[in-house]
């Protein structure tokens, strides 16, 4: 039972902007809609706070993040794991 309703929690996966403060993270990912009159796709992003247990998570990592319980103000999503790592210059 418990099996079933994490699975049924919004996963997504984006990219790290920005590093706020200890196990915090601001994760933006972006999409595509139809314009409602022109049809024309439209690029848009949305930027989500996200937890950071492990603070393994640098500025242009690729992660994977999973919806989670209110974890304070504005975190609502947690890190599942880090698909890709930056390149470090």
């Known amino acids: 039972m418990i099996e ?3 699975n049924r929690r919004k996963t997504i996966s984006g990219i790290v902007t920005s590093r706020s ?3 915090s993270i ?3 990912y972006s ?3 139809q314009h409602p009159r022109y049809r ?3 690029s848009r992003r949305t930027v989500v706070h996200v937890h950071d ?3 393994e998570c640098n500025i242009g990592d690729r992660v994977d993040i999973m919806e989670t319980r209110p974890l304070s103000k504005l975190k ?3 890190v599942v794991n880090v698909v890709e ?3 470090e210059i």
């Open 53 to 55: 247990e492990k603070n």
């Open 4 to 6: 079933t309703d994490r």
């Open 85 to 87: 790592k930056a390149l």
């Open 76 to 78: 609502r999503w947690r």
């Open 31 to 33: 999409y595509k809609i």
């Open 21 to 23: 403060g200890s196990k």
């Open 26 to 28: 601001k994760v933006t």
């Open 40 to 42: 024309k796709e439209v």
